[in-house]
C-alpha cells in the first residue's frame, strides 16, 4: 500500500508537467460538476472505421481525443479494493462528464469538423453501455507502445495483489460518433 500511495503521489506531482507537454486542455466546468476528461482537437491516422451510426472515421478526420485524469480517478479509487465497486465508480463519473463534453463540442469553434470523440484504454468494460465502440488498434507497434504507457494505470487500479492468471487486457481504441454523443448526451447539464 505504501508503494502505491509513493507512485500516486509521485505522478501527482508530474501530472502538471505531463499536462503541459501533451496540448491537453480541461473542459469548462463548475466546481459542483468536475469532468474527469481532458481532451484535445486531433487528426486521426488509424485505419478507417465504420461506426453503427454510419459514421465513416478516415484517415486525417478531425477527432476529439479524451483522456481520463488518471492521477484524480486513482486518488478517489484508491481506497476500494472491490474491482466491481472501482468499475461502478469510473462509470458513473465518465457518464456524468459525456454532457460537459457534448456541450464543449458544441461550443468549439471547429465543431463542423469534429466527426467524433477518441479515447484509448485498457479498462474498456461497460464502455458500449455508455455509448462507445471499441476497436483493436492495428499497428502492431503502437499498440505495444500504448501498453507499455497504459500498464502503469492498470497496475495502480488493480486489487492490491492481482490473482497470477490474470491476463493484461488490450488497449483498445473508444470511439463515438458526434452524431452519437450529442443525441445520447446533449443537453442533459444538471
Known amino acids: ?17 505531463y499536462y503541459l507537454c501533451t496540448r ?7 466546481r459542483e460538476n468536475a469532468t474527469i476528461f481532458r481532451v ?4 486521426y491516422k488509424g485505419r478507417e472505421v465504420t461506426l453503427s451510426d454510419g459514421t465513416i472515421i478516415k484517415k486525417n478526420d478531425v477527432l476529439i481525443k479524451i483522456h481520463l485524469h488518471n492521477v484524480r480517478l486513482l486518488k478517489e479509487l484508491q481506497w476500494f479494493d472491490n474491482d466491481l465497486r472501482k ?12 454532457p460537459h463534453l457534448a456541450l464543449y463540442i458544441q461550443q468549439h469553434e471547429n465543431e463542423k469538423e469534429i466527426k467524433g470523440i477518441i479515447g484509448i484504454t485498457m479498462l474498456n468494460k461497460g464502455c458500449e453501455r455508455l455509448g462507445f465502440e471499441p476497436y ?3 499497428s502492431r507497434t503502437y499498440k505495444w507502445f500504448k501498453q507499455l504507457a497504459l500498464y502503469p494505470i492498470y497496475l495502480l487500479s488493480t486489487p492490491k495483489r492481482p490473482p497470477k492468471n490474470r491476463k493484461t487486457p488490450s488497449p483498445k481504441y473508444l470511439f463515438m460518433s458526434k452524431g ?6 446533449g443537453f442533459h447539464i444538471k
Open 1 to 17: 500500500m505504501r508503494m502505491r500511495l509513493f507512485f500516486i503521489s509521485a505522478w501527482s506531482t508530474l501530472d502538471p508537467l
Open 24 to 30: 491537453l486542455h480541461y473542459i469548462e466546468q463548475t
Open 40 to 43: 484535445r482537437l486531433t487528426r
Open 87 to 98: 468499475t461502478m465508480i469510473l462509470y458513473k463519473k465518465v457518464k456524468e462528464s459525456l
Open 136 to 138: 483493436t488498434i492495428s
Open 180 to 185: 452519437s454523443l450529442l443525441t445520447k448526451y
